[in-house]
């Protein structure tokens, strides 16, 4: 069953914007990351962020997570046509260390050259 | 990062038939996952299979449906047996290295079409 739900489903900005997406979840979690997929294929990993953190940068990417509202968001600065994708946030929730990881349902972004 | 392959990439199947699918990894992983997407959705874990164990089914999942071998630390295959169309998916390998706080990757997945 799907923990998280990212919003907006589906999000079209031209490039060189910043894209904004938000995750909420239901559970207590000890960690939150996010994934990018072009097309059907292969889920590629972009950042965990931990339950004890706030905020966390890579590059262009900036994740944030708010453990009281049990959210976190997604911000991609300067958009480029390349970052056109669906992207997801996947959940490991309190328990044993080999709790796996469970999946919101995604918002496709288009990136408009 | 792990670098994981999966084989085949994807196969067109005819109904009642089965497919196994291979999953390997570069480096020894304690934890794998097989996940399903099923088209236009989000990703659905199948079961967890540790090496030395039986894998663990979620709901909605049985072994004799999807049975599972992990043989080592880099291998591991998930067949579907007894296709239908509704089986048609991606499926997705998925390696964790030791406890909860590290990241989870995920191999290139299999495009399986059920007709």
């Known amino acids: 069953s799907q923990q998280g739900e990212e919003d907006p489903q589906a999000l079209s900005i031209q490039e060189g914007e910043n894209a904004t997406m938000n995750c909420s979840y239901k559970t207590s979690i000890n960690n939150l990351q996010w994934y990018r997929q072009n097309s059907g294929r292969g889920l590629v990993h972009l950042i965990l962020i931990r339950s004890n953190e706030r905020e966390k940068h890579s590059g262009r990417l900036r994740v944030t997570l708010d453990t009281s509202k049990k959210s976190s968001s997604l911000l991609i600065t300067a958009s480029r046509a390349a970052d056109t994708a669906s992207y997801f946030c996947a959940t490991a929730s309190v328990g044993s260390g080999n709790t796996p990881l469970v999946f919101g349902k995604g918002t496709r972004l288009s990136v408009i050259a | 990062s792990a670098v994981i392959s999966q084989k085949p990439s994807r196969d067109i199947c005819q109904r009642g038939t089965s497919l196994t699918i291979q999953c390997q990894v570069d480096?020894?992983?304690?934890?794998m996952f097989w996940y399903r997407q099923q088209p236009g959705q989000s990703l659905t874990l199948i079961a967890t299979a540790n090496q030395g164990s039986e894998a663990t089914y979620e709901s909605g999942f049985v072994i004799d449906k999807f049975p599972i071998s992990r043989p080592n630390l880099t291998f591991s295959t998930l067949t579907v047996s007894n296709m239908s169309p509704e089986d048609s998916s991606i499926y997705l390998c998925?390696?964790?290295?030791?406890?909860?706080?590290?990241?989870?990757?995920f191999g290139p997945g299999t495009r399986l079409t059920v007709l």
């Open positions: 998925s390696v964790r290295q030791g406890g909860t706080y590290n990241e989870q990757f």
């Open positions: 480096s020894q992983v304690t934890m």
